[in-house]
């Protein structure tokens, strides 16, 4: 199983502050196909799990353009600038380039 | 709008079963592959299993492969998540989740039920 490693787990945060979240995969994540098969979420306090970023880059509808992802083969990140109060709780990558699907263990985003 | 909406969590023995449903709307149930993901308490996701459009083609990981069955009537735009063999590590909260094809992959959930909860235990 591909195992997804993210980093840091706690992130404290100011608000309106840059942060930064890592996921790297024991393997990579291109696909036969050429794509790469790298998503974001974030799970709200009490909430279901909401999509962020898709295949890497591509912000989901609704996204706000504070959310950015990128990266390539076993290496991505997550960026979020202007941190506002919604933005906080946790955040998971999930890869879907190989059986069976896995998640990371999640960044959570607090207040400083 | 998008609707997903699970129903038959509750409290079950060890080695016992359990069917959970979820029911679809807002959007062409049948024309999208349809997912469970579930939460142990306190803990991240996990990848419960995944079922293409017609049902056709179902995908699990080791953990629950041969206890549980994914399926679905598209008739009835709803999704359905069979548990034998219930273990007490089957506890957590088990979401539906919708996998759109039109964001370029058929397995990324783009939406998500509230969840159901399950807890095994005698």
Known sequence: DVLMTQTPVSLPVSLGGQVSISCRSSQSLVHSDGNTYLHWYLQKPGQSPQLLIYRVSNRFSGVPDRFSGSGSGTDFTLKISRVEPEDLGVYYCLQSTHFPLTFGSGTKLEIK | ?122
């Open chain 2, 1 to 122: 709008e998008v609707q997903l909406v699970e129903s038959g969590g509750g409290l079950v023995q060890p080695g016992r079963s359990l069917k959970l449903s979820c029911a679809a709307s807002g959007f062409t149930f049948s024309n999208y592959y349809m997912a469970w993901v579930r939460q142990a308490p306190k803990k991240g996701l996990e990848w419960v299993a995944t079922i293409s459009t017609s049902g056709s083609r179902t995908y699990y990981p080791d953990s629950v492969k041969g206890r549980f069955t994914i399926s679905r009537d598209n008739a009835k735009s709803s999704l359905y998540l069979q548990m034998n063999s219930l273990k007490s590590e089957d506890t957590a909260t088990y979401y539906c989740a919708s996998s759109n094809w039109e964001l370029g992959d058929y397995y990324v959930m783009d939406a998500w039920g509230q969840g159901a909860s399950v807890t095994v235990s005698s």
